[in-house]
């Protein structure tokens, strides 16, 4: 098993940068492919960024934060970041870190493991 704390939220403006990381617990932690999700009030959890399980050498996003958005990992520190730069409103959500053993995924029911979330709000 694996928890997951994520950390970094907070308020911004537009056009401005925040950097989530989300810390693991556990030993097997190159094992997971690693996700980020979000949810805004009133809508349905969504997929953000997610990244391959050992060296994280495939990445793969959502059209909406593609380019702006960049996913990473640290298997050294169990770490997974999301750096995320050209901040808009409409990326105003609770952010949610997620893992998966080996193969990643957009999809939220792939996941096994989810963390408390962090709340970003960018304000216009």
């Known amino acids: 098993q694996v928890q997951l704390v994520e950390s970094g939220g907070g308020l911004v403006q537009l056009g401005g940068s925040l950097k989530l990381s989300c810390a693991a617990s556990?030993?097997?932690?190159?094992?997971?492919?690693m996700g980020w999700f979000r949810q805004a009030p009133g809508k349905e959890r969504e997929f953000v960024a997610a990244?391959?399980?050992?060296?994280?050498?495939?990445?793969y996003y959502a059209d909406s934060v593609k380019g702006r958005f960049t996913i990473s990992r640290d298997n050294a520190k169990n770490m997974v970041y999301l750096q995320m730069d050209s901040l808009k409103p409409e990326d105003t959500a609770v952010y949610y870190c997620?893992?998966?053993?080996?193969?990643?995924?957009?999809?939220?029911?792939?996941?096994?493991?989810w963390g408390q979330g962090t709340q970003v709000t960018v304000s216009s």
């Open positions: 997620a893992a998966r053993n080996f193969k990643y995924s957009s999809s939220s029911s792939a996941y096994n493991y």
């Open positions: 556990g030993r097997t932690f190159s094992s997971y492919a």
């Open positions: 990244i391959s399980w050992r060296d994280g050498s495939s990445t």
